[in-house]
C-alpha cells in the first residue's frame, strides 16, 4: 500500500484550514486516512501549522510520500532536515550528537526569522493604521475647514444685504482659524476697518 502525507480540507468556504494526514493514495483527498499528523492554517499571517514533529519523520522513514504542499510544510517545521541528517549518521558522516546539535542551530535560526517576520509584520500593521488615522484626521480637518469658509461666505453675503451687523459677523467668522481668510472675508463685506478680536487668533 502506498502511503502519501496530504492534506485533507476543513473549513468554510472562504476560510479553508487543513488536516495534515498519512493516507493511503487510493483514497479520496477528504476520505478516509490512516492517521492525523497535525493541521495547517493559511489563513493567518505566518501561517499556523500544528505538527507531530516525530509521528511525521517517522511516516517518511517508512517511504510514506508527501504532496507538493506537504512537502513544503515539512521542510518549515525541519522534518526533512531531520531526516537527512539521520541519513548522515547513518553512513558514519557524523554522530547522532553532531546531528542534534546541527539540528538545534537549525531551529534556533528558523524561530529568529519567524519572529523577525512577526515583528515586521506588527509595525507596518501599526504604521498603516497610523496613517490611516492621519489621512482621516486631514479629511475632517479640510471639510471643517471649507464649512467655515461657506457659513464665512453666507456671514458676508447676509452683511452686505444690511442683515447682519459687524458683531454678528465677527462672531460667524470665529471658526475660522486663518487670518487671511478672515481679511478676505471682511474685504467683501466693505468693513476692514473692523478690528479681529483676539479670541479667533
Not at 140 to 158: H, N, Q, S, V, W
Request: hydrophobic share 45%; net charge positive.
Amino acid at each position: 500500500m502506498a502511503v502519501k502525507i496530504r492534506l485533507a480540507r476543513h473549513g468554510k468556504k472562504g476560510y479553508a484550514f487543513y488536516h495534515i494526514v498519512a493516507a493511503d493514495s487510493r483514497a479520496p483527498r477528504d476520505g478516509k486516512f490512516i492517521e492525523k499528523l497535525g493541521t495547517y492554517n493559511p489563513n493567518t499571517n505566518p501561517a499556523t501549522i500544528d505538527l507531530k514533529f516525530d509521528r511525521a519523520l517517522d511516516w517518511l522513514l517508512k517511504g510514506a510520500q508527501p504532496t507538493d504542499t506537504c512537502r513544503a510544510i515539512l521542510s518549515y517545521k525541519g522534518v526533512l532536515y531531520k531526516k537527512h541528517l539521520l541519513g548522515g549518521v547513518a553512513k558514519g558522516a557524523f554522530t547522532d550528537a553532531d546531528a542534534e546539535a546541527k539540528f538545534n542551530k537549525w531551529v534556533e535560526q528558523k524561530e529568529g526569522k519567524i519572529a523577525a517576520k512577526t515583528n515586521k509584520l506588527s509595525t507596518d500593521a501599526a504604521a498603516a493604521r497610523k496613517a490611516q488615522l492621519a489621512a482621516e484626521a486631514k479629511v475632517k480637518e479640510e471639510r471643517a475647514a471649507a464649512l467655515a469658509e461657506k457659513k464665512a461666505a453666507e456671514a458676508a453675503a447676509a452683511a452686505a444685504a444690511g442683515q447682519m451687523s459687524h458683531d454678528a459677523v465677527l462672531t460667524a467668522l470665529l471658526p475660522i482659524r486663518s487670518i487671511v481668510s478672515i481679511h478676505n472675508a471682511l474685504l467683501q463685506l466693505k468693513v476692514v476697518d473692523v478690528a479681529v478680536p483676539h479670541t479667533i487668533l
